[in-house]
Structures are given as structure tokens and as C-alpha cells.
């Protein structure tokens, strides 16, 4: 069984930063592909940004891009989403994602999402 635990979500500023982090229960996380999707309130969830298992191909959205960083450290079975120049429309519940096939999806195993409200 495979669980996902996030933290790191709450209230910031525009313009402000926030490090969310995921943390993965079982074996051969390092083989696991990890992505963050984010759904804001009454929208579609939409993806955010991805990491292949190797860590060596990252992938983002556009609307993120030279905001938003993912990594991962495999020996603390864990990925982070190191958000920066955070705006309004960063405002979502963002949910933490694992597969054991590729970054481009699809996901098989999710978090409960952590709430990240950005204030204007």
C-alpha cells in the first residue's frame, strides 16, 4: 500500500513563497514518478508540475514556469514544490501524485491536498 502525506500548504502574501513537501510511504520510491496537480474552488484540477524518477527531467506549466521548482530527495522518500512569486491565482488545493510509469502520467496513487491561499 502506498501513501502520500503532504504538509507545508497555508496563508501567504502575494508575492511570498511556500515549500510544500510530500512524503511517500513503502518501498522503491526512487522508481516512482511524482507530480503536483492543484485545484482551485469550483475548477478543474489541472497539473502543476512533474519529476521523473531519476529527478533527471522536471516538467512544469506554464502559468509556473521560473516560479515554481520540484525536486526530490529519494533518500527521505520525499518531493518538494518550492513555490516562489506566489499570485491570487495560486489559490488551490494542491495534491501531491506518484505512478511508477512516467512523469506524463496518469497517477495512480494521491495525497489529500494541502490548501495554499495566496492574499492580494
Known amino acids: 500500500q502506498v501513501h502520500l502525506v503532504e504538509s507545508g500548504g497555508g496563508l501567504v502574501q502575494a508575492g511570498g513563497s511556500l515549500r510544500l513537501s510530500c512524503t511517500v510511504s513503502g518501498r522503491f520510491f526512487s522508481s516512482y514518478a511524482m507530480g503536483w496537480f492543484r485545484q482551485a474552488l469550483g475548477k478543474e484540477r489541472e497539473f502543476v508540475s512533474a519529476i521523473s524518477w531519476g529527478a533527471g527531467n522536471t516538467y512544469y506549466t506554464d502559468s509556473v514556469k521560473g516560479r515554481f521548482t520540484i525536486s526530490r530527495d529519494n533518500r527521505k522518500n520525499t518531493v518538494y514544490l518550492q513555490m516562489n512569486s506566489l499570485n491570487p491565482e495560486d489559490t488551490a488545493v494542491y495534491y501531491c501524485?506518484?505512478?511508477?510509469?512516467?512523469?506524463?502520467?496518469?497517477?495512480?496513487?494521491w495525497g489529500r491536498g494541502p490548501q495554499v491561499t495566496v492574499s492580494s
Open positions: 501524485a506518484a505512478n511508477q510509469r512516467s512523469a506524463s502520467g496518469p497517477y495512480d496513487y
